[in-house]
């Protein structure tokens, strides 16, 4: 369990000259799931998000759609990805953009105090360019293209035709980190997560590291070098430091010492900056380097890594107008183990809604408040003395939180949604065995249906805790028809510590009437999605 310490988690900042898809959302639940649950467990939780709006990628769509830079940055970050955030109900605590002046201005001083200690120096610079990656590619992502491209060289990622260029820049002497940075692998095994991702990087590290070109003359839209103005901050170590300039580096210390290190959370398609160019920036700066980067796997559709140029982009609102914002949630959470790659597929997403979420989590709650409501008059029974089988409900319940907590330490989501699973099923198994129906029909049987709707009250109460983090707004309807007062979780100041220990629910809580939380959906509004 958490020992009340500073958990701060990021997600990527994603480019604002498109609109959000359903894999950019995968990566806010995943961070947001992970924040609430240190929230909830009492650690001093920070979510940062936000917006990448230099480069010259956004330059140019910009200048397509008639517009500034700025002004573009604007309206898609008003209209798109702000309001992303509430469709899919992230709980985040900062909003960062790289247009913000708290982060230009110290992205400067930053820069200024690499550039006095030697780490940056002036050079020529010759390499294929893709604008889609807003990257220099290395050997290794370059590929002859076909069709339409035949006879030209083309990122491996993006498709799309590699752009030479040949410019003075300015160099960060990243090839003088190559052994530190193995040595922090080392060290710290756990540093670059899944193990997958940790020895691509280590491989690609050992491979040697050239020094990096960290600005552009050829183009104005960016954060101007503070000792030459003819230059901009490349887009990536620009965007890259945005990580410490939300939390206070070079304007607040106490806050960023409060804060800092981070979690990354992040795409594997950009795990090589995160886990290799960003840990060398902060050596060379003198800072700690991130407490974590885990590079998640891609959400795929018909095979293809989700892509709005490959036409295979799915909005999250194409799913959360039918199914909902926790139904969202769950899905990508429990569908796709965590770190791996995982196909989205509609079929499936309908299936487990009715399944797991409708008939299997949303049905027993239904049950429970329905049968305290019919037998007890809307008031939870105390229970009498518990036999064996209840004794094995609560068991079920305290190992399943246990491994819970457990598989979120890892980032396992999945792991954690799937031990919480089994209260559901052991209720749903539990109800059915000792039918409090027939119980009912029979006076001298009145303790022990108290004690069995007590024991499915209490587990109820365990779920709205356990699964707060990844369905919230079902578990907020579940907590207040159970009658407890306050906020959900506020039996303890740090509800997920105490979501295994039996017997929160005191007796005697008047319960209130519950809606379907997962309503029916009917099957032609599915199949016009």
Not at 91 to 105: A, L
Not at 180 to 189: D, F, I, K
Not at 275 to 295: D, N, Q, S, T, Y
């Amino acid at each position: 369990m958490s020992d009340g310490s500073s958990f701060y988690i990021t997600t990527p900042i994603f480019y604002v000259n498109d609109v959000p898809h359903i894999g950019h959302a995968y990566t806010e639940v995943a961070a947001d799931v992970l924040a609430r649950w240190h929230r909830q467990a009492g650690d001093d939780t920070w979510l940062l998000t936000g917006t990448d709006e230099h480069g010259q990628k956004i330059l140019r769509t910009a200048t397509a759609n008639g517009t500034t830079p700025k002004a573009w940055a604007d309206k898609l970050v008003g209209e798109e990805w702000l309001p992303l955030l509430k469709t899919i109900d992230i709980s985040n605590d900062d909003f960062i953009r790289t247009t913000d002046e708290r982060h230009e201005v110290n992205v400067q001083k930053f820069l200024q105090k690499l550039y006095d200690d030697g780490y940056i120096y002036a050079g020529e610079y010759e390499a294929l360019y893709c604008v889609g990656c807003e990257e220099f590619k290395p050997q290794s992502e370059i590929v002859d293209g076909t069709g339409e491209y035949e006879g030209q060289k083309v990122c491996a990622i993006h498709s799309k035709p590699l752009e030479l260029l040949q410019e003075k820049n300015y160099f960060f002497r990243m090839s003088q980190f190559a052994d530190r940075l193995l040595s922090l692998y080392e060290e710290r095994p756990d540093f670059v997560q899944p193990e997958s991702a940790r020895n691509e990087v280590v491989s690609f590290v050992r491979q040697g590291l050239s020094d990096l070109s960290i600005s552009r003359s050829s183009f104005d839209w960016g954060i101007k070098v503070p000792w030459d103005e003819s230059h901009v901050v490349y887009v990536w170590f620009d965007a890259l430091l945005n990580y410490i300039t939300a939390v206070g580096y070079g304007q607040d210390d106490e806050e960023f010492a409060r804060r800092w290190p981070a979690n990354h959370l992040v795409g594997k398609d950009i795990l090589r900056f995160h886990a290799v160019i960003w840990p060398a920036m902060l050596m060379a700066a003198g800072l700690e380097v991130p407490k974590r980067v885990f590079g998640h796997g891609w959400l795929l559709v018909g095979g293809e890594k989700m892509s709005k140029s490959k036409l295979t982009g799915i909005a999250p609102t194409q799913i959360t107008d039918t199914f909902g914002s926790d139904a969202f949630r769950y899905y990508f959470m429990r569908a796709i183990n965590f770190g791996q790659d995982g196909s989205f597929s509609w079929e499936d997403l309908a299936a487990r809604y009715q399944a797991e979420l409708a008939n299997g989590f949303g049905n027993l709650a239904s049950r429970v408040i329905a049968m305290v409501t019919r037998y007890f008059e809307g008031i939870v029974p105390p229970a009498g003395e518990y036999q064996e089988v209840d004794l094995h409900v609560q068991e079920v319940v305290r190992t399943a939180a246990a491994d819970a907590d457990a598989a979120i330490g890892r980032l396992a989501i999945h792991d954690a949604l799937a031990a919480i699973w089994r209260i559901v099923d052991e209720l749903n198994g539990y109800i059915t065995e000792q039918e409090p129906w027939t119980l009912a029909k029979d006076e001298a049987q009145r303790e022990r249906l108290g004690t069995v709707l007590y024991t499915a009250a209490e587990g109820l109460r365990a779920l709205a805790v356990l699964l707060s983090p990844v369905i919230p707004g079902a578990t907020s309807k579940l907590w207040e028809a159970l009658g407890v007062e306050g906020e959900l979780g506020a039996l303890t100041a740090q509800p997920l510590r105490a979501a295994g220990d039996w017997g929160r629910l005191p007796a005697g809580t008047e319960v209130n009437g519950l809606a379907a939380l997962f309503p029916r959906i009917d099957a032609e509004a599915v199949a016009a999605v």
